[in-house]
């Protein structure tokens, strides 16, 4: 019954370990940047974009789709920096940490 281990409470019972994977401890990504800040991103962007189109001409809507790319440009090379960096801001914003040289 037991499979591997040293000793009997240690082992492996057949049939239930399974596989681990990336995507149960890694955030979910789309194009390389968080999913939700991405979608918050080109949602706004787009919508602006939109409605410049609409009422004051199509170029500038389409500079301002020029200001969404630079903007996940930047995502990107934070998630390539630190995947974890939206966590990380969303704790600043929320408990307002000190630097470590004014915390004592």
Not at 5 to 18: A, E, H, L, S, T
Not at 24 to 52: I, Q, S
Not at 87 to 102: C, G, I, S, T
Request: glycine fraction near 10%.
């Amino acid at each position: 019954m037991w499979t591997r281990g040293d000793r009997p409470g240690r082992g492996y019972i057949v049939g239930y370990q399974v596989d681990i994977y990336k995507g149960l401890w890694e955030p979910v990504k789309t194009l390389a940047a968080p999913r939700v800040w991405a979608a918050l991103w080109l949602v706004l962007w787009a919508a602006l974009a939109f409605g410049c189109a609409m009422v004051v001409s199509v170029k500038l809507g389409v500079a301002l789709m020029g200001v969404w790319l630079l903007g996940h440009g930047t995502m990107v090379v934070l998630t390539f920096k630190d995947p974890r960096w939206d966590e990380v801001v969303l704790a600043q914003l929320r408990f307002r940490y000190r630097n470590a040289y004014d915390a004592g």
